[in-house]
């Protein structure tokens, strides 16, 4: 069986086979890339006249930055996928007639689009008007709609293989019915909120969201050389192809470091990769270019709905979360501050100090007894396993302790830290993590699963 | 057979039959009127605060107006839609397994929904940024592209059936292949921005967007009751009613005329409909309560998608042509200025005089001597039509006429007019043409067409 779909060709009498479909994507996602390259800078004036842009509270010079340019990156993403939607489908359009067209393979693709055209509608719609929390939890849910609808008609799988462990417990596996949709409902709110708030400085959003789209892009050639249900993960690649040349133009222009052309970046991210020590060295002498746009939240509802849209409709829901380790760390460390538990102030990115150009942890104060119960006690537990660091005043009631983000608990084990080294750290942090993933996702998974 | 499709239930051992799809729709169409009531004016500070206003330039207080409503509707309606999706094919669900879940159909639903999610954002992302000109027809383009090759999949009937007068040249009937393509997409393309050209005064775009939707709700209902293509046009409906129920929440927000409740605006549009002078008599005392809210080109984007769709998707798209035809001769009359052979100012719509607090039409000047030959034509044409009145400069060569709407024209036989007046002489002037497309579409068609 090929790896890839092929359409066969006659050239000159020999049978030629290509994987047109793989092609024409490739070609697309690099169309994405440049067409992204050449209009940010455009777009860049249309926002600041519309008075869409944000102050960059992390330079000395405070400078205007144009918000919000994941709506360009999403829309070049969507025109890149209404583009390629009808390229797979080319061979099976003679079959119309016959009406043995696959239905439920086009209807995936219209339902992915859907989902995501939703997403980068709601977080424009926020990045312009700043809607409530509570919009940011339920219109996700309901753009999962059709997504849970599709996987209903087309799968309707909702077994769960056991791990060895529990299988004289429970058995070899288990069906967890309407449960598994609800799990699959929850990942595309959890997905489109958990890169939101692990955000705040140049480029990390971006950053995040190419190692997680990468991670599946690796997965999923991993699991087509494997021969593991090839059409599913073909699909994902279909659809990560165009959004990481969409976004890695997008990263161009919000990454904060050295300016150097496309292939020295390309470089640079290896070192980042192998936490070259020369690479600091050099940034430490270079002039340093911060960000020329931020992404606002629209990019990152943009991704984490693709990340979701992917794994539900490419079956592998679960490893897409093992890719979000950090952004999980980040979710369950920050609980006590998204419930309300422990005062949460409006943002809680670092504070920059001017005088030194340094990052320093930002901070959140409260009184002890003003607490409720639950509060007191995550104050506790997170003070007594050195997850924040507290300052007592002198009536020994209020406290002041860092902000509950892992940005903040970064600077926390290295002291003051420059912007763009924050983020190396960072982005090195998830690399670790997505090696971790695939550590668990594969040699480790013979412990736990019957794999071949 | 029935004339919607019903479920059936078991009651007390008896056989019951319902159109549960239609009842729910209707449920779901009156709870997004609302849900629009209850919400626009909520949105209205976030709006102000957002910097999303415009100025009423048609008041003597030129008050400060939130605009881009048409993303409240937009989002509504999509909601109302996304909620829909699974009843129609609740029977259907326990087919799923034996592999013949009608996969065809519910792709027509999805794909529509993106057509319309595209648009909704295309617009909203046009209020914010103001984008160009051509973005505006390029981008619908491609918006309908999933639909084309939905109809491509489902249908792809490209055979078009000749009026008799043509058919001892042509045949019975022709197939057009591709270029029944072209013109859906070029309907796509037309229909948003038409309904966007006509605007310009309290009320009319809404105004005119439920008078189409209300026409193509009758015609599909006629179409049931004749028999003809029912799954079509049931589409169509499950689709126009929750669109009419968003759009009537907005339409009590944007509309400009005498406050009364929702009942008695419902008289109050059927006494515009027989043009009651009792009616002008009852306005020209009462204080006039002007829109709230401004619709923006979302709602006008949002609105054409929705006609172009149920046309495409519901097989009659030229019968929702034929309820264009305000909107088209619009078109044919700015055609000089649009393509500016003679200069067009930014904004066409009429010119307001505070100490009368009528409407003036609004003028553009130019030199003769300066358009170029087709400019020259066209301006000569519609000088000798008397479709302009023109104004000579004293050196013969500058004119100053009216800017080439059919809201100047409407003014320019009435003379200075109020503009809730205006806006009804428009509306009533869209029903004529509704009447109009109705007696061409049944009682003429005999004429051209084999009918039974």
Redesign the interface.
Known sequence: MPLFHRFVFDVLGQSVSLPVPLLVNVAISVGAYYAGRSLIPK?KP??I????YGIDMNKTSKPKIPEAFG?VTG?IF??SL??F??VP?LRN?SA??KGD?P??K??EF??A??SI??M??LG??DD???LRWRDKLYLPT??S??LL??Y??NF?STTVILPKLVRPLLGQSLDIGVLYYVFMGMLAVFCTNAINILAGINGLEVCQSLIIAGSIVLFNVLEILHGHFSDAHEFSLYIMLPYIGATLALWRYNRYCISLGFLNSAILAARVAILSSQLSRVSRCAPAYPSQVFVGDTFNYLSGMTFAVVGILGHFSKTVLLFFIPQVLNFVYSVPQLFRLIPCPRHRMPKHDPATDLLHFSRTQFRVDELNPLGRFCYQVFRHLRLIRCEMDADGKTVTCNNFTIINFCILLTGPIREDRLNRMLVVFQLLCVAFAFTIRYPLAHYFYDTN
């Open positions: 777009m249309i926002f006249n519309a008075n869409l709506v829309c969507l025109v209404f583009l939607i009808p489908f359009f119309t007639i067209f239905h439920d086009f209807v219209i339902a689009m859907l055209c939703c980068i509608l424009f719609a312009v008007l700043n309901v753009a709609l059709p609808m599709v209903y008609t309707n």
